[in-house]
T-cell receptor, first 114, second 114 residues
Framework: DSGVTQTPKHLITATGQRVTLRCSPR?????VYWYQQSLDQGLQFLIQ???????AKGNILERFSAQQFPDLHSELNLSSLELGDSALYFC?????????????FGEGSWLTVV | GNSVTQMEGPVTLSEEAFLTINCTYT??????LFWYVQYPGEGLQLLLK?????DKGSNKGFEATYRKETTSFHLEKGSVQVSDSAVYFC?????????????FGKGTHLIIQP
């Protein structure tokens, strides 16, 4: 158990809908990351927050957004969903930032868009 | 930009065989290098890491040495077990631009047969 908690574990929704994925980082970790894992794209970095502020953006679509709250939990919002958004979404956390910083992953949220 | 290239597999070995999974990288700065492992139905777990050239990361019988001259971080294990069957991801973290999100390779599916 990494200490990173993600909900829900599985989600099935229809095209055009909006969903919210939730993440609780490890106790004390200030940095939260979101990743998308799909068969064709592999593991893609989406976005990083540090202590409530956006720190870095990766391959995140404009239809997606995220935030980190004062209690450090984070939410990833996915809207106008398309079939191609079906994937495993990982949240990860780390104590701070910096190269060499160990990043701990949750078990992921499986999103299926039908 | 940053990138990681690794053999995709599947790699099928017999129990007690020697394992090598090749990983090479391209980075603009001075990256840290990681191997993560994903067991079926689970999230990613950090296996080992190295933060500077010539460092050797090791864990659970696995080893990898950070070779700057060949931009490589090959994963090795002297005698694999059935329980090592999983997907292995090579990744790097590079602080250039202020972001330390991980860049992953596509993963290598390892199958160990009894």
């Amino acid at each position: 158990d990494s200490g990173v908690t993600q909900t829900p574990k599985h989600l099935i929704t229809a095209t055009g809908q909006r969903v919210t994925l939730r993440c609780s980082p490890r106790s004390g970790d200030l940095s939260v990351y979101w990743y998308q894992q799909s068969l064709d794209q592999g593991l893609q970095f989406l976005i990083q927050y540090y202590n409530g502020e956006e720190r870095a953006k990766g391959n995140i679509l404009e239809r997606f957004s995220a935030q980190q709250f004062p209690d450090l939990h984070s939410e990833l919002n996915l809207s106008s969903l398309e079939l191609g958004d079906s994937a495993l979404y990982f949240c990860a956390s780390s104590p701070h930032t910096g190269s060499g910083n160990t990043i701990y992953f949750g078990e992921g949220s499986w999103l299926t868009v039908v | 930009g940053n990138s990681v290239t690794q053999m995709e597999g599947p790699v099928t070995l017999s129990e007690e065989a020697f394992l090598t999974i090749n990983c090479t990288y391209t980075a603009t700065g001075y990256p840290s290098l990681f191997w993560y492992v994903q067991y079926p139905g689970e999230g990613l777990q950090l296996l080992l890491k190295a933060t500077k050239a010539d460092d050797k990361g090791s864990n659970k019988g696995f080893e990898a040495t950070y070779r700057k001259e060949t931009t490589s971080f090959h994963l090795e294990k002297g005698s694999v077990q059935v329980s090592d069957s999983a997907v292995y991801f090579c990744a790097l973290s590079d602080l250039r631009g202020g972001a330390d999100g991980l860049t992953f390779g596509k993963g290598t599916h390892l199958i160990i047969q009894p």
